[in-house]
């Protein structure tokens, strides 16, 4: 299996970006995923990079993945008081239903 | 409202108690999933179902049951649990068990073991 790690915590002031890093291990994986936890909440799918590509932006998110280093990072534009959450970073492959999971990262906007 | 619901949101059970934990998906998928997610830790795949069979048990103890009577109904039945079994018990689906089909988590089972 695959190791995935994350710092645990961020605090963020709101009107800020913020990002949160993640190390992987596996470089096989073929997908990485962000996945957002909030309070009472399950897990929902952010938004995924193929190991393909370096750069991923959609709206206020943007992926980085720098395949070398095996790093992979989540920044968050003009961070909201709804950004508030766990974030998880996951690693897959196209042929295996299995994800390796960081330990995921509290993120708090503060006013 | 990801289209997988779970039952009941919250539970206390005592280590001699019986309980079940059930998950339904709206969504027309064939795979189902139990993760279990403790505090600070990265989430653990339990147990897999495509199609109702079980595809994967990963080294889960037998306290931990599971059943899948049909593509959209998923049970995990608990007995004789221990405090190191309180978390967070995730039920997930899929359209197939392919990694491009993404995960829909349901909002999880609160369960505290007494």
């Known amino acids: 299996g695959e190791d995935v790690e994350q710092s645990l915590f961020l605090s963020v002031r709101e009107g800020d970006s913020s990002v949160i890093n993640c190390t992987y291990t596996?470089?096989?994986?073929?997908?990485l995923y962000w996945y957002k936890q909030e309070p009472g909440a399950g897990l929902q799918l952010l938004t995924y990079?193929?190991?393909?590509?370096d750069m991923k932006q959609d709206q206020r998110l943007t992926v980085l993945l720098n395949k070398k280093d095996k790093h992979l990072s989540l920044r968050i534009a003009d961070t909201q008081t709804g950004d508030s959450a766990i974030y998880f970073c996951?690693?897959?492959?196209?042929?295996?239903?299995?994800?390796?999971f960081g330990a995921g990262t509290t993120v708090t906007v503060r006013a | 409202e990801t289209g997988v619901t779970q039952t009941p949101r919250h539970l206390v059970m005592g280590m001699t108690n019986k309980k079940s934990l059930k998950c339904e998906q709206h969504?027309?998928?064939?795979?189902m999933y139990w993760y279990k997610q403790s505090a600070k830790k990265p989430l653990e795949l339990m147990f897999v179902y495509n199609f109702k069979e079980q595809t994967e048990n990963n080294s889960v103890p037998s306290r931990f049951s599971p059943e899948c009577p049909n593509s959209s109904h998923l049970f995990l039945h608990l007995h004789t649990l221990q405090p190191e079994d309180s978390a967070l018990y995730l039920c997930?689906?899929?359209?197939?068990?392919?990694?491009?089909?993404?995960?829909?988590f349901g909002p999880g089972t609160r369960l505290t073991v007494l």
């Open positions: 990079i193929f190991s393909n590509m």
């Open positions: 596996d470089s096989s994986s073929t997908y």
């Open positions: 969504l027309g998928h064939n795979a």
């Open positions: 996951a690693g897959g492959s196209s042929n295996d239903y299995k994800l390796s």
């Open positions: 997930a689906s899929s359209q197939g068990l392919e990694g491009y089909n993404e995960q829909f």
